[in-house]
């Protein structure tokens, strides 16, 4: 099919006859050039193709975030170099087992962390979607006694002062919450 001589200028052509002509969604084909030859005009099946893949089904996932505090300010923690948010910085969250509370996947969130506190209040609660995620990511505040930080998980731990947060890669959700600390209670 490809010709012998300008192999870039066939290639754009088809890509524009894609893009102008044959879409998915409307395909013109008393307009196209190629319709003497196309085998999908010809079994009459070009409204058919392409095949538009099933969406994958939504899952509901249920986090807790822990802001930590100690002497005005709060715990950011580095995620691992690999998977998703890698190397991002975060208030330390985790993702809740089936039938498991707030409060309870909190303490444990804060155990893992090395950290001597008991979760508090409720600040803010995040609703956000990652490709076929929808997220629910409940913050509550914890008074940590010391600043002693230790994580199987997280790469390092920092304590800041909330202002100095903007200048740590966050994802948006955090991003969020960082901006929801800031406000005057």
Not at 86 to 101: G, H, I, Q, S
């Amino acid at each position: 099919v490809l010709p012998r001589k300008r192999v870039g200028d066939f290639n754009q052509a088809l890509m524009e006859l894609g893009a102008l002509v044959c879409t998915p969604q409307a395909p013109d084909c008393p307009r196209c050039p190629l319709k003497t030859e196309c085998l999908a005009r010809r079994e009459g099946i070009q409204e058919r193709i392409p095949r538009k893949p099933d969406r994958p089904a939504t899952v509901e996932v249920r986090e807790v975030c822990v802001v930590a505090r100690h002497g005005g300010r709060v715990l950011l923690a580095r995620r691992p170099a690999g998977g998703r948010w890698a190397n991002m910085w975060e208030f330390p969250r985790a993702v809740l087992e089936k039938n498991e509370l707030h409060d309870a996947a909190a303490r444990k969130l804060i155990a893992s962390l090395g950290l001597v506190a008991e979760p508090g209040p409720e600040l803010v609660t995040l609703r956000y979607g990652v490709t076929r995620f929808r997220m629910t990511m409940v913050c509550l505040e914890a008074n940590a006694r010391t600043k002693a930080f230790r994580s199987a998980y997280y790469e390092e731990g920092r304590w800041l002062k909330p202002a100095e947060l903007i200048g740590f890669p966050v994802s948006s959700a955090q991003r969020k919450l960082a901006a929801a600390l800031q406000k005057p209670i």
